[in-house]
């Protein structure tokens, strides 16, 4: 559907504006400089030249997309001039959902409504969103069954979304069972990014990628059948004097990290030895269990990475997406949509916007095609950047300075530890 010459998928975001308060949520992050707002439908209505090339419309972003008073408006409008197999969708937290609105957006022709679970209990899903009850979720839950049901719109799709955290692992398999039972067709699983500091604990996943830990494992198995223990590397590789056996230990390590080098696989040898274990085997058996319920109740399950991929992909510019913030300004992507702060790996990363335009200032066509705009597609596309969080000589300046400009291998896009790229966060597109 449609060419290079046009984007595929449009992110929206009507509002900037919460009725709750989250812990997962961006505006939790200190000096994040977002303002408040209201998306004007006239300023929604000027990329109508693109409705015709789209696939799919999601109306997202930091805010409660049900605050907006004209939501309905700006969907069916959009939804009049979309292709037929095309189709819109919203993120919502559920809790401003009953039957008259549920209605009133299956007639404006919406297609599927996710709703914010991120709990199985009362108890984790208040402490996790301050405000929120486990019984607002299950009515928004049935008043959207209940309206697809009344206006006969079966192929309108219902799902859910939850926001891993380690007081919220084991309740996944409930949840999802939950969601289930409430009539929910899909359920899309993230990883969390921390915006707060007090939370960065919470966090199920290491900086170390997929290729690394399989790479480290299978040498910690041929070093124990040689009778060393990695660890105690850290304890001779500096002394003066060796025996024998520490010079092999040496050499070994040496000889193991130079192999890493060799097949370009990221390669922090002191967070691959403290990786938990433990914890992994946990969330993988969660996730384990999760399948299995999603399949028992025909659910379509979609759970992101245990750990950093190594293979990186960018769903969005793969899938020429773009973003429409309240004020007009146009992004390329979740993670650089707005400015704020967040914790990766133990340390704190400023995130600066990355705009190409505004409408209606310019036409959308024009910034789409601008150079500026194309070259980054470009670079972002070539998986060229680095993998920051598995530095050994991170965190460097380059990446935690407030205004990016380069990372160590000049690439231009600030890219090198995006947690989208890597597939541990995930999102309704």
């Not at 997309?65 to 409008?77: F, G, V």
């Not at 019984?135 to 697809?148: H, P």
């Not at 400015?339 to 190409?356: I, L």
Request: contains cysteine; hydrophobic residues 40%.
């Amino acid at each position: 559907m449609g060419t290079q010459a046009y984007p595929a998928k449009l992110f929206v975001e009507p509002t900037t504006l919460c009725n709750l308060k989250c812990r997962m949520c961006v505006k939790q992050s200190q000096g994040n400089g977002i303002v408040e707002g209201f998306l004007e439908p006239d300023r929604f209505e000027v990329l109508a030249d693109i409705f015709a090339h789209l696939d799919t419309i999601v109306f997202s972003g930091i805010g409660e997309p049900l605050l907006h008073p004209q939501l309905e408006k700006m969907i069916a409008s959009a939804h009049a001039r979309l292709p037929a197999e095309s189709w819109i969708g919203l993120q919502t937290n559920g809790h401003l959902m009953d039957y008259s609105r549920a209605a009133a957006l299956i007639d404006a022709g919406i297609s599927k409504i996710c709703i914010s679970m991120d709990a199985a209990s009362s108890r984790t899903l208040q402490l996790n969103r301050s405000g929120a009850e486990m019984a607002s979720v299950e009515s928004a839950f049935q008043a959207v069954r209940k309206a697809k049901e009344t206006l006969q719109a079966s192929r309108m799709q219902l799902g859910v979304e939850y926001v891993l955290m380690r007081n919220n692992l084991t309740e996944l398999p409930r949840a999802i069972e939950q969601a289930a039972l409430n009539g929910a067709d899909f359920a899309i699983v993230s990883q969390m990014l921390p915006y707060d500091e007090a939370v960065m604990d919470e966090t199920l996943y290491s900086a170390n990628t997929d290729a690394s830990l399989q790479f480290f494992r299978k040498k910690e198995t041929e070093a124990r059948e040689l009778g060393f223990e990695l660890k105690q590397y850290l304890n001779v590789r500096w002394k003066y004097v060796r025996s024998a056996d520490e010079q092999a230990l040496i050499d070994f390590v040496e000889d193991m990290i130079s192999e890493a080098t060799a097949r370009q696989i990221p390669f922090h040898f002191r967070k691959l030895l403290n990786f938990d274990e433990s914890l992994a085997r946990q969330v993988e058996a969660v996730f384990d269990q999760t399948r299995e319920c999603a399949a028992r109740y025909n659910l379509d399950l979609k759970l992101p990475a245990l750990h950093p991929r190594f293979e990186r992909e960018c769903e969005f510019v793969q899938n020429r997406s773009i973003f429409l913030a309240w004020d007009g300004r146009i992004y390329p992507c979740y993670m650089l949509w707005h400015q704020y702060h967040c914790y990766f790996d133990g340390r704190e990363k400023p995130v600066a916007h990355e705009s190409f335009g505004r409408v209606p200032d310019q036409d959308i066509l024009d910034i789409w095609k601008v150079d500026a705009y194309q070259e980054f597609r470009k670079e972002v596309a070539n998986y060229d950047f680095p993998y920051c969080s598995n530095c050994n000589v991170g965190p460097c300046d380059l990446i935690t300075n407030e205004g990016f400009e380069y990372d160590c291998f000049a690439m231009e896009v600030p890219c090198g530890d995006c947690p989208w790229c890597m597939g541990l966060m995930q999102c309704l597109q």
